[in-house]
């Protein structure tokens, strides 16, 4: 018999499955896509409420769990430009504090992960920009509306002091060598900075101390800032070493406390016996596949 020319409609059916994406596909669409998440997450700010709260914030991260870092940015932008960053220490306004509250848990959760400065630091510098320019006190009335930790504003302040933007970078510098003043003159004891916040600060000082070597000319005398800053990294790796002591001092913290050329401590003598003596108190490998079994 003389096959038909029509196709079968599970063919057609499939077919048209295929095509209609490609049809979606493109530069124009993936905007309108982003577009449709960040009107929902803005809607989602804008209802918040204190009954609703909580299933919103759910809804919030469901949404920065499927969209990243974008997402993320965007939230804080919306947070941050909907509400009045009060010029003093008074409280903020009503209406603003359940998207205060959303924003400073928010901003503390994304700088305990040390890996999204940039979108912070663009989110800080939009704001800013529609504010009038981002300046040192600026920074520290958000710190403060977040209410933010001495040692997250340290780490605020580390993520500004690396923009490539001149003038933003500035008052960054301004910002982190006054909170890093506040934690030297800080009474508290011990001081209140955790492990992954001395972490950027150390990383921080030593960068600058390389990049402040390299621009002095060996014939030339360092400038009273230079001076300044200089003595306040050293003030600052002296304080930051009684807070971790050689003999409490986290692994990621070693390499940038206490192993600096002057340090009685040599870390590579003391990796090389660690790893020259096994520990028995760990399985060996032959242990762990007779555990497992054969395969399935």
């Known amino acids: 018999p003389r096959a038909s020319k029509r196709p079968c409609a599970a063919r057609a059916f499939f ?12 530069p124009g669409g993936m905007v ?3 577009s449709i998440v960040y009107a929902q997450v ?34 804080l932008r919306t947070l941050l430009d909907e509400v009045e960053v009060p010029a003093d220490a008074k ?60 040692g997250q504003q340290l780490l605020v302040g580390v993520a500004l002091a690396q923009l490539s933007t001149t003038a933003p970078k500035a008052e960054g510098v301004a910002f982190l060598r006054a909170r890093v003043a506040e934690l030297l003159a800080c009474a508290e004891r011990p001081l209140p900075i955790a ?39 050293r003030a600052l790796l002296s304080a930051l070493a009684m807070r971790f002591p050689l003999g409490a001092c986290p692994a990621a913290l070693l390499p940038l406390l206490h192993c600096s050329p002057s340090a009685e401590y040599d870390l590579l003598p003391h990796l090389a016996s660690d790893l020259s003596q096994p520990d028995d ?9 007779a555990d497992l079994g054969p395969a399935a």
């Open 42 to 75: 803005r809607y989602l700010c804008a209802n918040l409420s204190k009954k609703n709260y909580k299933s919103i914030v759910a809804e919030l991260h469901h949404l920065l769990a499927l969209y990243g870092d974008d997402a993320a940015g965007f939230l």
């Open 195 to 233: 492990e992954h916040e001395a972490h950027g600060l150390l990383a921080h000082a030593a960068a600058e101390e390389a990049a402040a070597s390299a621009v002095v000319a060996p014939a030339g005398a360092p400038t009273n800032t230079q001076r300044a800053a200089s003595e306040q990294r």
């Open 15 to 26: 077919g048209r499955r295929e095509r209609a994406p490609a049809q979606r596909q493109g």
């Open 32 to 34: 309108a896509f982003a």
């Open 91 to 150: 409280a903020p306004r009503e209406k603003d504090a359940l998207k205060v509250q959303l924003f400073g848990a928010e901003l503390a959760r994304l700088l305990a992960t040390g890996t999204h400065a940039s979108f912070i630091c663009a989110t800080l510098e939009g704001s800013a920009a529609a504010a009038g320019g981002m300046t040192e006190e600026w920074v520290g009335r958000v710190c403060r509306l977040a209410r933010l930790s001495l």
């Open 281 to 289: 108190s760990e399985p060996a490998l032959a242990e762990v596949l």
